[in-house]
């Protein structure tokens, strides 16, 4: 049974750094594509980031390009988001997702984790 754990979230003034972390209970970890995604109040659930297997593969939203890097380690089936001048409307809750080799979708999701940035 696929299990994710996030951990990270918390209170911050704008301009500071976060990382979040999520642990992966995937035996097949270093062939899964990871993913992070927020939803912040009142709004739909929106893509963060994700990599690629081995790490070589990345893409971000627009909005938090230049700020945050998504990286894993695959030894600790972990998956890290760092998130850097973090801004108010950054604030969300964090879910980290997985996507099983060869599936088309995002299928395994965390219980989230809450990001506040206040002004």
């Known amino acids: 049974q696929v299990q994710l754990v996030e951990s990270g979230g918390g209170l911050v003034q704008a301009g500071d750094s976060l990382r979040l972390s999520c642990t992966a209970s995937i035996r097949t970890f270093s062939t899964t594509s990871m993913g992070w995604f927020r939803q912040a109040p009142g709004k739909e659930r929106e893509f963060v980031a994700q990599?690629?297997?081995?790490?070589?593969?990345?893409t971000y939203a627009d909005s938090v390009k230049g700020r945050f890097t998504i990286s894993r380690d695959n030894a600790k089936s972990t998956v890290y988001l760092q998130m850097n001048s973090l801004k108010p409307e950054d604030t969300a809750i964090y879910y980290c997702a997985a996507k099983l080799f060869g599936a088309r979708n995002f299928d395994y999701w965390g219980q989230g984790t809450q990001v506040t940035v206040s002004s």
């Open positions: 990599i690629g297997r081995n790490g070589g593969f990345t």
